[in-house]
């Protein structure tokens, strides 16, 4: 992997190989971050990413000046991989490792992107779950984004706040805003 952009643009990033993990690919990362990019500054951004994996998502936020990054994973691998690779680059990335679903239930962070990557093998539960998460627990800030990456095969679109979905290769963003429905 490698970053797109920012202070550390191009630098490359080889994370171990036995980590559970899927990153996400440099073409719907660039695309995810030129949306972003035409709607907030990243140094005023507080962001959390869930099932952070490598960091992938982190070190780009990072990259492009946001200081305020929680990463959240439940392997102890990809979290120590994290806060190695964060210290190593200078980046300041929290990383804690907790079951994502027991982090939105306890967490009162509030942030202004809430990024989730969960494996693609969960159910279709699982992945509905996280907005209503996020939603009921207050989690995002006003004119905030929820961005879930998924498979092609699920949809969705029939989930409360909703906005919008951008596919890119096998992937998709679906979009979730509060308190009003935004334009990518």
């Known amino acids: 992997m490698r ?6 643009k191009g630098k490359r990033i080889s994370a171990p190989k036995k980590l559970p993990v899927r990153p996400t690919t440099d073409m719907a990362k660039e695309a995810l971050f030129n949306i972003l990019n035409n ?15 490598t960091g992938n998502i982190s070190y ?3 990259s492009r000046g946001t200081k305020n990054i929680s990463a959240v994973d439940a392997d102890y691998g990809c979290v120590k991989f994290i806060n190695d690779t964060s210290d190593a680059l200078e980046m300041g990335i929290a990383a804690f490792k907790s079951d994502v679903f027991t982090y939105l ?3 009162r962070e509030k942030a202004t992107i809430i990024f989730a990557d969960p494996p693609y093998g969960l159910p ?3 992945f509905e779950k996280i907005p209503q998460k996020v939603f009921e627990n207050g989690l995002l800030l006003d004119n905030g984004l929820l961005i879930i990456e998924h498979s092609n095969h699920m949809d969705l679109s029939h989930l409360e706040h909703f906005v919008e979905k951008r596919k890119y290769g096998g992937s998709i963003f679906s979009f979730f805003a509060w308190p009003e429905p935004v334009t990518l």
């Open 105 to 107: 239930e306890k967490s």
């Open 3 to 8: 970053i797109i952009s920012g202070t550390h």
């Open 39 to 53: 709607r907030y500054y990243f140094d005023e951004l507080t962001v959390v990413d869930l099932f952070s994996g």
């Open 60 to 62: 780009e936020f990072a």
């Open 124 to 126: 279709i539960e699982s």
